[in-house]
Structures are given as structure tokens and as C-alpha cells.
């Protein structure tokens, strides 16, 4: 992926020992800045929610040189995020509201170039997710397709 690993692990462990809530904050400005994505999140209480999105950094951040992993698990978690509502317009937000929360914590140590290595991870793990969400896509459309081909019910769209 050709990102800034010391710098991403570095400015993430500086915001958690800051702010071991990030997730909370993130969600407060994501809801403020894009207020149209709030029914997307009906599914899980606000604190599940946080908590899941914790787990996933977390285990992003562990394997940011894992790139096998990466590909797997992002794609798989851009295929589920379709039956969410996801759309690629999302994605960008979700990277503003993650940036601006970290920034906010981070304070004066919040570099350019931190801003930098988060931006060009963040479009590397939504480019990977938003090919999931295609695969997906096609997948489903394709099933829908041969399902009307062989005059069978088609299963309803995700």
C-alpha cells in the first residue's frame, strides 16, 4: 500500500493515550458534518457501535503490513457495509470525520504530514472496502439475473 506505517502507529497510539474514546468523538462529528448517514446505524446502539469500530481500527493498525490480511478483511467489510446502505459517496466523510477527531485530540502535535499518512490510508482501506461493496454488488446482481434467466424467484436486492 506504500503508506507510513511509523507515523500512523505513532499518531495512533499519541491519540488513544489522549482520548481513549475516539470512537465517540468520531461518531459525534460524523453525525454533525453528514447528519444523513445517522439511520444507516439503526441496527447497534451508539456504544456498539463505537465499540466495533474500536476493534476494527485496532486490528488495522496490527496489521498494516499485512496486506493479504488487508485485502481480505476490508473487502469482506465493504460487501457487508452494501446491506448497510453504504454508498461510495460515505466513504470520504467517514475519512473527514476520523482525521478531524484525531486532529482535535492530537492538538498542536497534529502534523501535515499526519494528516498525509491517515489520508492515504484511509483511500487505501476505503478503495479496498469499496471493491468489496462492487464484488458484492456484482455477485448479488448476477445471482438476481440467473435466478430470472432460469424463471426462478429472483432474491431481492440487498
Known sequence: MGLN?????ESFELVLQR??????RFYGILFSRYPQVRPLFGR?????????????LVAVMDRLEDASW???????????????GVTDEMYPWVADALITAMSEVAGA???????????????AIASLM????????????AARAAGQAEGGVTPPSP
Open 130 to 141: 469499496q471493491r468489496g461493496a462492487r464484488e458484492h454488488g456484482g455477485a448479488s446482481h
Open 70 to 84: 488487508l485485502e481480505e478483511k476490508l473487502m469482506a467489510m465493504g460487501a457487508k457495509h452494501v446491506d448497510y
Open 5 to 9: 506505517v511509523g507515523l500512523l502507529r
Open 109 to 123: 502535535d497534529w502534523t501535515p504530514a499526519h494528516k498525509q499518512a491517515w489520508s492515504d490510508a484511509l483511500g
Open 44 to 56: 447497534n446502539s451508539r456504544d456498539h457501535q463505537e465499540k466495533m469500530l474500536a476493534e476494527a
Open 19 to 24: 482520548e481513549p474514546n475516539l470512537t465517540h
